[in-house]
């Protein structure tokens, strides 16, 4: 049975007969009966801004209740917005402080009066921010303007200002604002003052019609108009009519096209100060200049501006520029420093792209975790790896020790990390120059990495900055991958590593804890008491290198912390104490190096082998691994993790 042939004109036709349905043309008396039943049909831009980002929910996520969380804000609440949240990642603080600017204006208080600016590194994620908006704003409901109007007026405006308090009241809305000059003309002449027969239609937002959205783009010093801004005199009509009628404006600069929308100011600063003047007023008095010698002219709309941290300190350092500084609320949007949230962002990004390749384990973790690395300071306290870790929530002791490290005192340190180093579109570069030098649709972090290298050392940066990339990946990132690889073929290759690892802990704990109190273990199976096993816990603690002198302190540690954990209703497991996770690991990986390295090396392989190695291969391949990637990570690891 074939399926039904789509009907294309049926579709067409009935999108535009519902559309036509939800469309809204009457007076200015039905206007009133409808704002009387909604008053929010007449809110002002922040407030609708806000609603859109409201009315998709937020979460209000407490960090006493998510220890990873808890580890990187402390005690703060963290607001997850659901507007935000498939699109953005590591940067909830930031979208916090915008989404906190539009409340506030939105409840009129100083910031419905100043232009929101984001400041951030390339890549960043400030024009997406902008997109984001804009997009919200296409896809609201329609709102009512007077019919003709080129500024897609408030038709409130209408009422005379000694009737508007009564009207307010009725309403339940606040009336701000004033008409345009054109409309001003066209009650007066055309519709000979009587407001309430002006025609109001329903009207919607589009970037690309300049309906409610107004671009500026840096503009050429040399070639700067504020017609851009403000509109224009229509000179062709200059022979028809005076030079201060109305009728020869044409109010399409973008604060007029941006009335009761969003005006975006892109790489605002690269602009001469003079032109962005009209943002003053703009913003303070809610009016632009009106073209030739008219009256200025309300505006109601979000101020939206970007640029990179370079053109604002430029700008900031001229004490010439205090008039707009006053009217700017700046938010950093510094590069994302979770491991977690960093693959987040290419994860999106590969599944909006073209780009079908299979992608071995970690070599998305690899990419951000290099990213990330390049944008954290240095710091005495720890090596890059760790604080990395840190700053991914993750649980970090001191070796030998039950102190946590600080994360606030490493950001102490380093209050501007995140406004530098790599952006997401040079590892996506990196990823899409990866896939195209693989032969075999297939990308693994070992040629990334090689990518990486080529692409850091044709990098146009300082040669010092250079080497400390390089070093970061010859240091830091190759060298935790192979912990992570070494881990990974072992659990591959010894049925059942996680049991393992937890009888090796729990053994551990019990013999440590004799030890420290002093105390006989009592044998399970025979009931025999016997002295705590000094050759078993050596055989352990020797793997993190804790010497003779100081076992007796790291067991203390140890059982200190794992008591410290019960009291405070926590779980047990091989996990919970990071020396002892890590020497339990190495244990681990100890025990079958040698059998690892003939199973990856040997070309001849006897019968017992080819078994043990097959049974690692389908392992690793359940993992995720395809045939060639897992062929490339077996020899890399025999080559380079258990070397003589």
């Known amino acids: ?314 700008f900031r350092s001229d004490h010439t520029n205090e008039a707009i500084l006053d009217r700017i609320v700046k938010v950093e949007v510094p590069y994302c420093l979770e491991l977690n949230e960093e693959i987040k962002i290419y994860k999106k990004m590969l599944s909006r792209s073209n780009f079908k390749a299979h992608i071995a384990p970690h070599t998305i973790e690899i990419a951000s975790m290099f990213a990330i690395l390049t944008r954290l300071s240095p710091s005495g306290k720890v090596d890059p790896i760790t604080k990395l870790k840190i700053y991914n929530g993750e649980e970090i002791l001191e070796k030998g020790m039950t102190r946590k490290i600080d994360i606030f005192e490493l950001r102490e340190e380093a209050p501007r990390e995140g406004m530098t180093g790599i952006s997401t579109r040079f590892i996506m570069k990196a990823l899409d120059t990866t896939l195209s030098e693989s032969e075999n649709n297939c990308i693994n972090p070992i040629a990334l990495m090689e990518t990486l290298i080529k692409s850091v050392k044709e990098l146009g940066i300082g040669e010092e900055e250079k080497e400390r990339y390089l070093r970061l990946i010859y240091d830091s990132v190759k060298k935790e991958y192979n912990k992570i690889l070494e881990k990974e073929v072992t659990k591959a290759f010894i049925h059942g590593y996680k049991e393992q690892a937890e009888s090796l802990f729990n053994n551990y704990l019990d013999h440590a804890e004799a030890f420290v109190n002093k105390t006989k273990i009592k044998d399970s199976n025979t009931g025999e008491e016997l002295e705590p096993d000094e050759k078993f816990m050596r055989s352990i603690e020797e793997q993190i290198g804790i010497s003779d002198t100081a076992v007796k302190g790291f067991r203390s540690d140890v059982t200190a912390y794992m008591f410290f954990v019960m009291r405070n209703g926590g779980t047990l497991d091989y996990t919970s104490y990071e020396p002892l996770k890590e020497a339990i690991e190495k244990k681990l990986t100890a025990s079958v190096r040698d059998l690892s390295r003939i199973i990856t090396q040997t070309k001849v392989r006897d019968k017992e082998q080819t078994q043990k190695y097959n049974t690692m291969v389908e392992e690793m391949k359940k993992n995720g691994y395809c045939d060639n990637c897992c062929n490339v990570i077996l020899k890399y690891s025999a080559n380079n993790l258990w070397k003589d």
């Open 1 to 314: 049975m074939t399926a039904p042939e789509f009907n294309f004109r049926e579709m067409i036709q009935k999108d535009r007969e519902e559309r036509i349905k939800e469309q809204f043309e009457g007076t200015f008396i039905e206007y009133l009966d409808i704002v009387k039943a909604n008053p929010a049909a007449a809110v002002l831009s922040h407030q609708r801004m806000y609603d859109l980002i409201i009315s998709q929910g937020f979460e209000a996520v407490k960090t006493d209740e998510n220890p990873r969380l808890r580890r990187i804000y402390g005690n703060d609440i963290i607001k997850k917005y659901s507007f935000f949240e498939n699109d953005f990642f590591g940067i909830d603080k930031t979208i916090m402080k915008i989404v906190r600017y539009f409340h506030s204006a939105a409840m009129a208080g100083e910031e419905a009066r100043q232009v929101l600016y984001l400041v951030g590194p390339v890549g960043a994620g400030k024009s997406s921010i902008m997109e984001a908006l804009k997009k919200a704003l296409e896809c609201a409901e329609p709102i009512y303007g007077l019919k003709g109007c080129p500024m897609r007026e408030e038709p409130l405006h209408l009422i005379p200002k000694h009737l508007r308090s009564e009207f307010e009241k009725t309403l339940k809305v606040k009336i701000e604002g004033d008409l345009c000059p054109v409309c001003r003309y066209r009650l007066k002449n055309e519709y000979h003052g009587e407001y309430e027969g002006f025609p109001v239609v329903s009207t919607g937002f589009s970037i690309r019609s300049r309906k409610g959205i107004g671009v500026v783009p840096p503009v050429d010093p040399n070639n700067q108009d504020t017609s851009i801004l403000t509109g224009s005199v229509d000179i062709s009509k200059i022979d028809l009519y005076p030079e201060d009628d109305p009728r020869v404006l044409s109010l399409n600069g973008a604060f007029n096209v941006g009335n009761r929308g969003i005006v975006e100011f892109i790489e605002v600063f690269k602009n001469e100060t003079e032109y962005l003047h009209t943002m003053i007023t703009a913003t303070q008095e809610k009016s632009v200049p009106s073209p030739g010698k008219g009256a200025m002219v309300y505006f109601d709309g979000v101020i939206l501006a970007h640029s990179n941290e370079a053109e604002w300190n430029k």
